[in-house]
């Protein structure tokens, strides 16, 4: 397989400024007829005409012609990836007639089907297996849409843009055409045709004009819209307000499907998602769906502007769209909902899941510099990080001078497909700012550790802080320059205040960190403090300095930053918890700091907490994040310790825990609002450590499942008996997983809970996962049900995917050979937990490596997992 490379990006030779597309849709089969306006790039340099190289894969060419003239086969050459056409003008008309299988298609890229619909998705590089074309972001055409079909199967038939013929036809078939009247890349095309029902909603934008919102669905979930649609408006009123951006068009249409390999997509005017991140209601969506929902219509809708009206000029530039649109996304749930406990819960996600990405054997820049294939760039790096060097640029400018230079950015760039280097400069020219070092956070990967020393001069009431700054060495990438790193700190003194640091009284500053070692100074410090660093974690950077035990239990009462408050909760109990890890392996007895108790109970009989808050501190750090501190990972001994001190902590404040479920189980109708998710998720937290500490825990768990009117809270208690040791616990899990099948077997949503909840359990070994792989609920074919069961049960099944005899890593194995076959994109995906082998302990990372390497030996690899084993094996 081929590497490309950024700095190898040419334009294209010809642009095409018009695509007419045409499909037959049938049952066997679909023709596509692609009539393409194409034009010499007079830019570029030609001594004569270039063929005109259309990408395409896995079609049938029926036949191709120039300004209506049939060229013969002999003329052009077809290869598995390009067809390679002779020109003789500069400006000319291409017809191209091809069969594509959409029933046989298992990639779920270019046209497929889900259950009797059909559908598309086309980025990254889908579109090329629908038609032959210049498969690339920087070809921007116009397109319109013919669909002809049997109206009886598909009385719905969409594209992107306006409805502007609808005729039926001799022959018992219906004709569409629909005209999208903006110009855009091939990756944003959208096509949907299927018996689906329609739930309408409309919007009047800031300029007065009616827009009219649809969301399609399966007839069976039209009482699973409502949620969805009231994101969508809110997310438009939100971007008018916040950003300026209008929508475009007079229709917005969301289809849900139920094979997707992503999330969602933004097509101009048509997003496609996945059944799981747009259908909710009070019965089968948790409260994390539901703000998971929001969150992802939003993100999809803050395209409109940010990857469709500017898109990107080539794959590398990604983030472009990806990291501002997170950005966006986020600063609109933070809005919506807590804003520390949205910044809470992204830091923790970044941390936990792209620091180890950044740290192992696939870490690429925020804009990479290289890829085999561009399907494995949909990283948390590019996402997650993206969104962070995002805030920082915000962070910098401010809230109203990064409002200036998004403005410069969406104007001057509108319609066109640019880089992340436009982005950056937009931002400096509207703020008259150098970011020059801090573009490094663009081009440099892994994660930066800034090493933080202090020093109290109490003589000259002088404080001093020493940092010094490194980034450990990542794949092509040994040495690191410096970044330019805002880091906001404040000094806390003996009573828990804020000190003031300036004259202006501010008790937050953000330093600009550029060099490798840096010294500041603060003056007129009455007293020895404390820091707090990095708060509401103003860069994604670890940090080192020396806590003790006591300083972090002082931090987490009295830090007043929000963020940094719950962090030090964290910090003290990974501290504690490596501690047992290491007592755990050397086989001596465990017993509990009784400083994180303390902490615990103060938590909980503090006032001064929300609900939120208070939810968030009695979490202990998760076992993947303790494993991210660790040198080296035992992950069964990371799961005995932090389970002892679950248990210890739940016996120890029993009375507490006690009270704190009574004071928040209270009946009400479900609403996803900020303030009862905060009090569900505190009541259930709490749930969860009376079921650890005697059987009437587990008994108020089998109550609460029982008589729960929302998903979440039963949900919730589903799992905590899915991972219950009692027989009695077990019992009843059995009861309750057998009764939710029955009445719910018929609902997607609630089948994919069920067995991702049975996937993850702490009871559900191999030989379980493979009876559920026979399941009739189970299905390879189908992304969220793989996920569900054999990605939940490698992510999160720590005691039974991490078995001594590597028997986990085997079965993993086996799943990604049959899904190179089905779906790549799926397989290379799925491989993530054994490419990190050189973090664990010798013998499973020998295990694991095993694996990969039989993977490696495999004939027919696919693009997606040659490159992550590969890479992998280096
Ligand atoms: N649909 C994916 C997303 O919105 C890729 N663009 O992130
Ligand atoms: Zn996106």
């Known amino acids: 397989p081929r590497t490309i490379y950024l700095k190898d990006y040419q334009e294209p030779d010809y642009w095409i400024d018009q695509t007419d597309l045409t499909f037959h849709l049938g049952e066997d089969h679909t023709d596509v007829i692609a009539v ?60 191209i007639n091809t069969r594509i299988k959409p029933q046989e298609n298992t ?44 109206p009886k199967k598909y009385p719905v038939m969409l594209s992107n843009g306006n409805l502007v013929a609808d005729e039926h036809l001799a022959d018992g078939l219906r004709k569409v055409k629909w005209e999208d009247p903006f110009k855009k890349p091939c990756y944003l095309f959208a096509l949907v045709a299927g018996d689906l029902a329609c739930v309408d909603d409309e919007f009047i934008t800031q300029s007065g004009r009616k827009v009219a919102l649809k969301l399609f669905t399966e007839a069976a979930n ?64 948790t409260d994390g769906t539901y703000q998971r929902i929001e969150a992802i219509v939003a993100h999809e809708y803050f395209h409109n502007w940010s990857g469709n009206r500017v898109t990107c000029r080539d794959w590398f530039q990604l983030s472009l769209k990806e990291g501002f649109t997170v950005f966006r996304d986020a600063e609109f749930s933070a809005d919506m909902n807590s804003r520390p406990v ?55 400018v401010g809230k109203a001078g990064f409002r ?39 081009t440099q990967s892994g994660t930066p550790v800034v090493h933080v020393s202090d020093n109290y001069d109490a003589a000259n009431k002088r404080y001093t802080l020493t940092v010094k700054q490194k980034c450990p060495p990542t794949p092509g ?50 007293e020895q403090p404390l820091p707090s660093l990095a708060r509401d974690f103003s860069a994604p950077i670890k940090i080192e300095y020396p806590y003790t035990r006591d300083q972090l239990m002082f931090l987490m009462s009295h830090d007043n930053d929000g963020f940094n408050r719950w962090d030090a909760g964290q910090k003290l109990a990974v501290d504690i918890i490596k501690e047992l890890v290491e007592h755990q392996r050397a086989g001596m007895t465990l017993t509990l700091d ?80 900020a303030d009862d998710i905060a009090e569900r998720s505190l009541k259930n937290i709490c749930l969860s450590y009376l079921t650890l500490a005697d059987e009437q825990g587990i008994e108020l768990s089998w109550q609460q499942y029982q008589q729960a009117n929302n998903m979440t809270d039963r949900f919730s208690a589903l799992s905590i008996l899915e991972n219950a040791v009692s027989v009695k ?85 086996d799943q990604v050979l049959v899904l190179n076959r089905l779906n790549p994109q799926m397989a290379s995906r799925l491989l993530t937990p054994i490419t990190r082998w050189k973090r664990y302990d010798e013998t499973r990372g020998a295990l694991m490596k095993e694996q990969l390497q039989r993977i490696m030996k495999e004939k027919d690899l696919s693009k997606d997992v040659y490159e992550i084993v590969s890479k992998s094996l280096q």
């Open 36 to 95: 393409l306006q194409v034009r010499l790039n007079k830019s570029k340099q030609h001594e004569h005409l270039p063929n005109l190289v259309l990408d395409g894969t896995d079609m049938q060419l029926l036949s191709v012609s120039i300004d209506n003239q049939s060229i013969d086969s002999n003329q052009y050459t077809v290869t598995t990836e390009n067809l390679s056409l002779p020109v003789s003008k500069e400006q000319f008309v291409v017809t």
């Open 107 to 150: 990639s779920l890229e270019g046209l497929y089907r889900s259950n009797d619909m059909f559908c598309t998705q086309c980025e990254a590089e889908g579109f090329r297996k629908i038609t032959y074309y210049l498969d690339r972001p920087d070809v921007m055409a116009k397109f319109s849409t013919t669909i002809i079909a049997d």
């Open 222 to 285: 039209v009482d699973k819209c409502a949620h969805a649609l009231l994101s969508l408006k809110r997310s438009m009123k939100w971007d008018e307000d916040v950003y300026g951006r209008e929508y475009d068009l007079d229709i917005f249409m969301i289809v849900a499907v139920d094979h997707f390999n992503m999330g969602a997509m933004e097509n101009k005017g048509l997003n496609i998602f996945n059944s799981s991140c747009v259908l909710a209601k009070p019965e089968t969506a």
């Open 342 to 396: 949205k910044r809470i819960e992204d830091a923790n996600f970044l941390r936990t899941m792209q620091f180890p990405e950044d740290a192992g054997p696939t870490s690429h820049p925020v804009r990479p510099a290289s890829y085999i294939e561009i399907s494995n760039f949909y990283t948390l790096t590019v996402y997650e990080k993206g969104a962070e060097v995002v805030r920082m640029i915000h962070n910098i």
């Open 404 to 442: 200036k230079g998004s403005d410069l950015y969406f104007s001057r760039h509108d319609g066109q497909a640019v880089t992340t280097e436009d982005f950056v400069k937009a931002m400096e020219e509207a703020n008259n700012v150098d970011l020059t070092q801090f573009r490094r956070w663009y």
């Open 477 to 526: 990438q040994i040495e690191k320059a410096p970044f330019h790193i805002p880091f906001a700190v404040g000094l806390i003194d003996s009573l828990g205040n804020d000190m003031p640091l300036d004259e202006q009284g501010n008790t937050t500053l953000v330093l600009d960190i550029k060099e490798a070692e840096q010294t500041f100074t603060f003056n007129n410090i009455n």
């Open 594 to 673: 009784e400083r994180l108790v303390t902490a615990y109970k103060s938590l909980l009989t503090s006032a001064s907490l929300d609900k939120a808050m208070l939810a968030k501190m009695l979490a202990l750090p998760s076992e993947d994040y303790i494993a991210e501190e660790c040198d080296v990972i035992y992950p069964l001994s990371i799961h005995v310790a932090r389970d002892f001190v679950r248990r210890t902590l739940a016996v120890k404040l029993h009375k507490q825990f006690k009270a704190c479920y009574a004071a928040n189980n209270i009946e009400k109708v479900y609403q996803p609002t």
């Open 729 to 813: 616990a077990r019992d009843y899990a059995e009861q309750a997983l057998a009764s939710f099948y029955q009445q719910w077997q018929h609902d997607v949503q609630m089948i994919e809970q069920w067995l991702s909840v049975q996937a993850g359990g702490e009871y559900t070994d191999l030989e379980k996962i493979h009876q559920l792989m026979q399941h009739e609920a189970f299905d390879m074919k189908n992304p969220n049900k793989v996920r569900a069961l054999i990605g939940v049960f490698a992510n999160r099944n720590k005691v039974h995917f991490h078995r001594d005899d590597g028997a986990g890593y085997a079965f993993l194995a």
